[in-house]
């Protein structure tokens, strides 16, 4: 595959704002997908052992249905915020995106019903727990294998994307060619360090839920220094694996004394420390986010290089700047978004620490920003419509 081939592929139309922005957003919305993907594997893994210990253990008794609550809400979360960076990659790596689904159409078919069988099966075993079925362990496991390789088909797209050289052999291999959509080329080791990050996210998940116990009036404290120190063993010895499991995929691609490859390194042994350490786990929470932040901006340095030493360069690609849009997309995220991520983590929170019945409307802070939220909502609906009617009244009269 050459440039000529790539550059073709391009959009004719160009990109609507600068590339480079379009990349800092895949590397920033990425690491928030991951860290929700990450959370809803660790819990739920976590929540199949708890089911096999609830009935002679009351602290998984405790446990388990918050793992599996926290799980649900994780996974509906990794689907909205994996919209975001497939978009973005979309827009500045077209080519990639549309061969892939080409050459492995099947199979993107096949994760979109994996994905909705093991969410739905995910209700299902949180249900089934909740009321002491028999049948709890078993669906939970099938929903975890499919989410597990939902996540493995989503390795495979992003793998072969950044494989151009490749594309031909796997499109026409010995000259025949192949319309079966169904190329499959795994790198084992580094769908294996994405995963084993499930369990560093599940223990920090478990600090987090320790300290914001704490300070409840009827929390038993001998329960939560149990968690915690539960939570510290998983996030320590799961980042301890992942950078093992790293440096074994580094290696395999030759990137092992990269920059971007010690610093990996270097900031996960510092998370290593910060767990064990730091007794504000949030804090901990916030340089595992910033850690996910790195590994994303890995991602994309490999495949830019990869890209750009195939003569595609991002930063060329014809701009044709829609200020319509941009601003659009500007006061959607400032207002609607801020605003709207505030009120939900603050009546979250406010719930959280309440120990009895929680009446919001008498919450002075939780109804402001709820007003703000129906407010801003109404307007962002009436300026998105009447924004839409203008200009397509005045490109079609």
Same mark, same amino acid.
């Given at each position: 595959m050459n440039a000529d081939i790539l550059n073709l592929l391009r959009d004719p139309a160009g990109v609507p704002f600068y590339p480079v922005v379009f990349q800092g957003l895949y590397i920033l919305t990425w690491a928030l997908h991951a860290l929700f993907v990450f959370l809803s594997l660790g819990s739920l893994g976590l929540s199949l052992y708890g089911t096999y210990k609830q009935k002679s253990d009351e602290t998984w008794k405790f446990l388990t249905p918050h793992l599996l609550q926290t799980g649900k809400i994780s996974v509906s979360?990794?689907?909205?915020?994996?919209?975001?960076?497939?978009?973005?990659?979309?827009?500045? &790596?077209?080519?990639?995106? &549309?061969?892939? #689904? %080409?050459?492995?159409?099947?199979?993107?078919?096949?994760?979109?019903?994996?994905?909705?069988?093991?969410? /739905? *099966?995910? &209700?299902? &075993?949180?249900?089934?727990?909740?009321?002491? @079925? %028999?049948?709890?362990?078993?669906?939970?496991?099938?929903?975890?294998?499919?989410?597990?390789? @939902?996540?493995?088909? *989503?390795?495979?797209?992003?793998? $072969?994307?950044? $494989?151009?050289?490749?594309?031909?052999?796997?499109?026409?291999?010995?000259?025949?060619?192949?319309?079966?959509?169904?190329?499959? #080329?795994?790198?084992?080791?580094?769908?294996?360090?994405?995963?084993?990050?499930?369990?560093? @996210?599940?223990?920090?998940?478990? $600090?987090?839920?320790?300290?914001?116990?704490?300070?409840?009036? #009827? /929390? #038993?404290?001998?329960?939560?220094?149990?968690?915690?120190?539960?939570?510290?063993?998983?996030?320590? /010895?799961?980042?301890?694996?992942?950078?093992?499991?790293?440096?074994?995929?580094?290696?395999?691609?030759?990137?092992?004394?990269?920059?971007?490859?010690?610093?990996?390194?270097?900031?996960?042994?510092?998370?290593?420390?910060? %767990?064990?350490?730091?007794k504000n786990s949030y804090l901990t929470s916030i340089l595992f986010l910033v850690f996910l932040l790195v590994i994303s901006g890995f991602r994309e340095y490999l495949r830019f290089n990869i890209m750009n030493n195939l003569g595609y360069n991002i930063y060329e690609y014809p701009v044709n700047i829609e200020w319509s849009s941009i601003s659009m997309f500007i006061l959607t995220f400032i207002s609607l978004g801020a605003v709207g991520v505030t009120f939900i983590a603050t009546i979250a929170w406010k719930v959280g620490k309440n120990d009895g019945y929680f009446d919001a409307s008498k919450d002075k802070v939780v109804t402001l920003l709820a007003n703000s939220v129906l407010w801003i909502l109404s307007s962002w609906c009436i300026v998105y419509f009447a924004w839409g009617f203008y200009i397509l009244f005045k490109n079609s009269l």
């Open positions: 979360l990794l689907i909205v915020l994996g919209v975001a960076p497939l978009l973005f990659t979309q827009v500045i &790596y077209d080519p990639n995106w &549309y061969t892939i #689904n %080409t050459l492995s159409g099947l199979w993107v078919v096949i994760f979109i019903y994996t994905l909705l069988i093991g969410y /739905s *099966m995910y &209700y299902w &075993y949180y249900y089934a727990n909740k009321k002491g @079925a %028999t049948s709890t362990k078993l669906i939970g496991i099938i929903s975890f294998l499919l989410l597990l390789f @939902a996540g493995l088909l *989503m390795h495979i797209f992003s793998v $072969q994307a950044i $494989q151009p050289e490749k594309w031909l052999e796997w499109y026409a291999p010995n000259g025949i060619i192949d319309t079966s959509g169904l190329t499959f #080329n795994p790198e084992t080791f580094r769908y294996l360090f994405f995963i084993s990050l499930s369990i560093p @996210a599940v223990g920090l998940f478990l $600090q987090n839920y320790s300290d914001f116990l704490e300070n409840t009036k #009827n /929390s #038993n404290k001998e329960f939560l220094i149990k968690i915690k120190n539960f939570g510290t063993k998983l996030a320590s /010895s799961g980042l301890l694996l992942s950078l093992i499991l790293f440096l074994i995929w580094s290696f395999e691609i030759g990137k092992t004394t990269d920059i971007f490859s010690s610093l990996i390194i270097l900031f996960g042994f510092l998370l290593i420390f910060a %767990t064990i350490k730091l």
